[in-house]
């Protein structure tokens, strides 16, 4: 049981907030994990980040909570017994606020490198030149398609991007070696296009947002890459090998193939381990089951919508989900997950797109085989 492996160093609420933990892997190994606020406002909780220290002979944290949380995961790093010097470098599970955000003021406090994939650093950098819009010339290729409005992203976003062009990035190909043996780095796109997952001494999995308890992770749209692709690496040169519903189910049957023979693995995600006073634990390959299921149900449900004729992206999410969930910013995370399932829908040509953006259903489901042969 998790509430076995885990010893609780300092309580938080009942989300986890503010909570503390240590959990003695059998390798001998320890990983520290420290909740940090994650609160939007609103309805809006996915509860706190999760961040991981992992010790050895070069201790490193996974991810720093939002911006403003940095100096705050420094004194829960003291608090567990650790000082900056200890910490040889701070992994990102992927370039989400809630993840990174808090990397600036951290790193200036404990002067380590950024360890990333080597897609983030491309991300988190402004390029002008080939910016989609003079509006969007000052910020970096990771938002040009964020489907935030600019209320959202003056109120929330501006400093972070300028401060995260300031750090030290380091590629996960460069830092491999410091990591030593035991600790495995596989990157797992689709929720983010540099989303990685670690696995530590084959008895713990840091799966980040890639796979969460409770919550289905948002994939990305492959079309995005056609507006990112000038600021990405050229060896990426399609679609799917970064963005959509294709590469993060691709991912997650990857993470699945990977751990095949280890039946037991302790999962840590980076929101819900704890919430709503209970411990979430997960069985991998059973989670990742589901939620490819998920997506399966998913796609036929929205054919199912389109049954009564063709309807654009924002007429099948208002049909789709619940009136609750499409308040505020919801409907454009509700608009950009039914575009994820159409993309897919597309390309097994079980949708069809007419003009004015309507998807028109062509009476097929041969996204389920597309599925099952990713
Ligand atoms: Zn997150
Ligand atoms: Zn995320």
């Known amino acids: 049981m998790l509430a076995d492996v885990i010893d609780v160093m300092q309580r938080g609420d009942s989300s986890g907030n503010n909570m503390i933990v240590r959990i003695r892997l059998s390798s001998g190994r320890q990983i520290y994990g420290f909740a940090t606020e994650n609160l939007y406002g609103g309805d809006w909780d996915i509860g706190p980040t999760w961040n991981y220290l ?32 200890d910490i040889a470098a701070v992994i990102v599970s992927h370039g989400h606020e809630d993840h990174d955000g808090g990397l600036f003021e951290l790193t200036n406090l404990i002067n380590t490198p950024v360890v990333a994939h080597e ?47 300031e750090l030290n990035i380091v590629a996960i190909g460069d830092f491999r070696e410091e990591l030593g043996a035991g600790i495995e780095v596989t990157h797992a796109p689709g929720h983010c296009p540099d989303s ?15 796979i969460l308890p ?19 690496p050229e060896k990426f040169d399609e679609a799917q090998q970064l963005f959509g519903l294709r590469a993060y189910i691709r991912s997650l049957k990857k993470l699945s193939a990977m ?6 693995l302790l999962v840590l995600p980076s929101h819900r381990l704890y ?25 036929h449900e929205i054919l199912r919508i389109l049954n009564s004729g063709p309807k654009t992206p924002k007429e099948i999410a208002r049909d789709y989900f619940d009136p609750d969930l499409l308040k505020g910013y919801g409907i454009n995370l509700a608009i950009n ?6 993309e897919l829908m597309e390309i097994s040509q079980d949708v069809v797109v007419l003009e004015g953006d309507k998807m028109l259903s062509t009476g097929g489901e041969n996204f389920r085989s597309l599925i099952i042969d990713l």
Request: aromatic letters at 8%.
């Open 196 to 210: 990685v997952v670690i696995v530590v001494d084959g008895e713990a999995i840091l799966v980040g947002d890639t």
């Open 259 to 264: 751990t095949e023979s280890t039946d037991r």
């Open 275 to 299: 919430y709503q006073d209970t411990w979430n634990q997960l069985d991998l390959h059973g989670r990742i089951d589901e939620l490819v299921q998920h997506h399966v149900d998913r796609c």
């Open 214 to 232: 409770e919550i289905t992770p948002h994939p990305t749209l492959e079309g995005s890459f056609t507006v990112m692709k000038p600021a990405l």
């Open 119 to 165: 897609v983030y650093s491309h991300l988190v950098r402004p390029n002008a030149k080939s910016a989609p819009s003079k509006e969007r010339a000052d910020f970096p290729a990771s938002c040009w398609c964020c489907p935030m409005p600019e209320t959202f992203y003056k109120k929330n976003c501006l400093e972070y991007h300028i401060e995260r062009q």
């Open 54 to 85: 992992v010790t050895g002979k070069n201790p490193f944290l996974v991810d720093s909570g939002r911006r403003g949380k940095g100096l705050q995961l420094g004194k829960m790093i003291e608090f567990a017994g650790f000082n900056g010097q």
């Open 337 to 342: 997950e039914i575009k994820s399932h159409c």
